[in-house]
């Protein structure tokens, strides 16, 4: 300003840290309020770093010390208040560097009525963040959603006379290495089970591949009361007279049996009286084979009249 004693015409500005505020550069730093200076009493303050999406933060710290216990500060994989806390700090130690895993993180810090503190002083770093594995191919089943990012699950069905080993929902975790919750499941043929679907197939145990030695395996297909059930053997390749397919007309194997199947398609398909059908299959020898049976059922009246043509 003009004048004999020279000065400026406001006071010199000053540089503070704020309580709080929204960071979207792809680094930056945070610091306590008043640091370098201690933070003040009844403080409440949230930070949330806003990145590209596909990015998370890497924070390294250069200086902390709040009152232990007391005050606080937390760092959240998320956007949220309640999102998961992947860090809480308190006290003198200054922490080991830590990465978030999503594109937005929220930082809180908590200070009460005493002691307070220099408080702290960190920096952040955006990293690119990679994808889960992909699943596929998933073997005799379909994988149900596309998105294999942070956070994201996806599901896992098997196709029709197969049965689900493992997880059927998978979510892609949080951390440095990409990764799911649990292991790939897989799509086998079971062992026999009770089925109660009007229609479908079954396979021998280990199908496409041939099934095991010793194998014995008991599947009873129910349907709706005054149905009947029509099998047709697909694919017949079981090696008699030591491994052979069973068929009875109703639950047990008291009742009355269909026949005895082994190599080859039967000329007449089984069909029962009963809206229940037990299927046995054994084997004994060490030579393998396979077979597919499609059942359905189908009302008695109808059943009837397609077995008098």
Not at 90 to 114: A, C, I, N, R
Not at 282 to 305: D, W
Request: aromatic share 12%; charged share 15%.
């Amino acid at each position: 300003m003009p004048g004999t004693v020279r000065r400026w015409n406001y006071p010199p500005p000053l540089c503070i840290a704020q309580c709080g505020g929204i960071r979207e550069e792809m680094e930056g730093m945070i610091l306590s309020p008043g640091f370098p200076g201690n933070y003040p009493s009844n403080s409440d303050c949230t930070w949330r770093i806003y990145l590209p999406v596909g990015y998370g933060a890497h924070v390294q710290f250069l200086n902390f010390s709040t009152e232990a216990n007391h005050d606080f500060l937390e760092i959240r994989n998320g956007p949220l208040d309640t999102s998961a806390v992947i860090g809480r700090f308190s006290g003198q130690d200054v922490p080991s560097p830590l990465l978030t895993t999503s594109h937005e993180t929220t930082v809180y810090f908590h200070s009460d009525h005493s002691q307070n503190k220099p408080g702290f002083r960190f920096e952040y770093q955006a990293y690119e963040l990679q994808e889960c594995p992909d699943p596929e191919p998933f073997r005799y089943g379909v994988v149900v959603g596309a998105g294999y990012n942070v956070g994201q699950s996806i599901s896992f069905e098997c196709l029709p006379g197969y049965q689900l080993m493992g997880h059927s929902i998978l979510t892609c975790e949080h951390g440095t290495t990409r990764n799911w919750d649990h292991p790939f499941p897989r799509c086998e043929v079971p062992c026999g089970g009770n089925i109660t679907s009007d229609n479908g197939t079954i396979f021998s145990p280990g199908y496409p591949e041939e099934y095991p030695n010793s194998a014995d395996c008991t599947w009873l297909i129910s349907v709706a009361p005054s149905f009947g059930i029509k099998l047709n053997f697909t694919l017949l390749q079981v090696h008699g007279p030591h491994d052979f397919i069973t068929v009875w007309d109703g639950p047990q194997e008291t009742t009355r049996k269909l026949g005895v199947f082994t190599d080859g398609e039967p000329n007449d398909p089984p069909s029962s009286t009963s809206n229940q059908v037990l299927i046995r299959f054994r084997s004994n020898t060490e030579k393998g084979g396979l077979f597919r049976i499609g059942y359905q059922g189908m009302e008695m009246i109808l059943l009837y009249s397609r077995i008098s043509e």
